[in-house]
């Protein structure tokens, strides 16, 4: 079965600085692979998915991931982080078997100003 | 743009009481899924169905129900709601046969069972 890992429940870094936020994942076949956003009191918003077209992955906001099948993650950073980046990130993987998508616990990002 | 409207943001319901939650799509998407947000737990898939009257239980379907009888449309249905059903819903939907795509979610409904 398919799942996925997000390392840290809680990271805090300074504003400028990089932002790197960890997913592994466990599949049985090569998966799709996704990162949403969530800021306070709203829905899932897409930052970018994995498809298997190039391993790394430019998204929304200047965040970027890369797939490393070697190392079964797909984390993603940020070179620089802004205060509006405070918010819940989550991981997501879905397999080529059916359409579920399966999330991790997410992750706060903090930024300190 | 994709619009994936829950009925109602907050709601405050009666242990015992019989929930529904309900949840529309106007994408013409196959693919519609029921998840539960808690804090520390990430999002937990209760319910996917993949067309109308079609279903397959998620992680946590202890408790919960749900009705697909038009494609735009997704009902979660509590039969007797209990006070750990207090939580965030998130209903979403996608393509169906393209994994590569997207689940669109809306805004989520929190529900508060006293």
């Known amino acids: 079965a398919q799942s996925v890992t997000q390392l840290g429940s809680h990271v805090s870094v300074s504003e400028g600085a990089l932002v790197l936020l960890r997913c592994n994942y466990s599949?049985?076949?090569?998966?799709?692979l996704f990162w949403y956003v969530q800021y306070p009191n709203q829905g899932l918003q897409l930052l970018l998915k994995?498809?298997?077209?190039?391993?790394l992955v430019k998204g929304i906001n200047g965040f970027e991931a890369e797939f490393k099948k070697s190392e079964t993650s797909f984390h993603l950073t940020k070179p620089s982080a802004h205060m509006s980046d405070a918010a819940e990130y989550f991981c997501?993987?879905?397999?080529?078997?059916?359409?579920?998508?399966?999330f991790g616990k997410g992750t706060r990002l903090h930024i300190l100003p | 743009d994709v619009k994936v409207t829950q009925s109602s943001r907050y709601l405050v319901k009666r242990t015992g009481e019989k929930v529904f939650l309900e949840c529309v799509q106007d994408?013409?998407?196959?693919?519609m899924f029921w998840y539960r947000q808690d804090p520390g737990l990430g999002l937990r898939l209760i319910y996917f169905s993949y067309d109308v009257k079609m279903k397959e239980k998620g992680d946590i379907p202890e408790g919960y129900s749900v009705s697909r009888e038009k494609k735009e449309r997704f009902s979660l249905i509590l039969e007797s709601a209990s006070t750990n059903q207090t939580s965030m819903y998130l209903c979403?939907?996608?393509?169906?046969?393209?994994?590569?795509?997207?689940?669109?979610f809306g805004q989520g409904t929190r529900l508060t069972v006293v």
């Open positions: 994995y498809t298997s077209a190039a391993t």
């Open positions: 599949s049985s076949v090569p998966p799709y």
């Open positions: 997501a993987v879905s397999d080529r078997l059916d359409d579920k998508i399966i």
């Open positions: 979403a939907s996608s393509f169906k046969g393209y994994s590569n795509t997207e689940a669109f």
């Open positions: 994408m013409d998407h196959e693919n």
